[in-house]
Nanobody
Framework: VQLQASGGGLVQPGGSLRLSCVVSGFTVDYYAIGWFRQAPGKQREEVSCISSDGTPVYVDSVKDRFAISRDTAKNTVYLQLNSLKPEDTAVYYC???????????????????????WGKGTLVTVSS
């Protein structure tokens, strides 16, 4: 099982980025994929999750600005980041929990401590 996040970079406030999480070893059709972030000196936190049936969930701080989606043919999950703010600066990670198999309701209570496979992060820096 491998997850690889990419797409981070330096962007000005108000700008956009699209992060990708390429998955191998399992198919995203059957498992939930979560996006998380960790800012310098802060605890890792949840950002968004997409369950096996494609239902998205967002934390309040990114709702209406970020959008999670997936391409099952490419076995890839995306996180579109819009209207970026300096406080969005962090390393972003994608992860999965093998216990999410087939559970359409999994993302309603997703949390970083439940994830058991993590990809390497990608750094997003929002600065003028």
């Amino acid at each position: 099982v491998q997850l690889q996040a990419s797409g981070g970079g330096l962007v000005q406030p108000g700008g956009s980025l699209r992060l990708s999480c390429v998955v191998s070893g399992f198919t995203v059709d059957y498992y939930a994929i979560g996006w998380f972030r960790q800012a310098p000196g802060k605890q890792r936190e949840e950002v968004s999750c997409i369950s096996s049936d494609g239902t998205p969930v967002y934390v309040d701080s990114v709702k209406d600005r970020f959008a999670i989606s997936r391409d099952t043919a490419k076995n890839t999950v995306y996180l579109q980041l819009n209207s970026l703010k300096p406080e969005d600066t962090a390393v972003y990670y994608c992860a999965t929990d093998v216990g999410s198999y087939g559970r359409a309701d999994y993302c309603s209570s997703f949390s970083y401590y439940r994830m058991n496979f993590w990809g390497k992060g990608t750094l997003v820096t929002v600065s003028s």
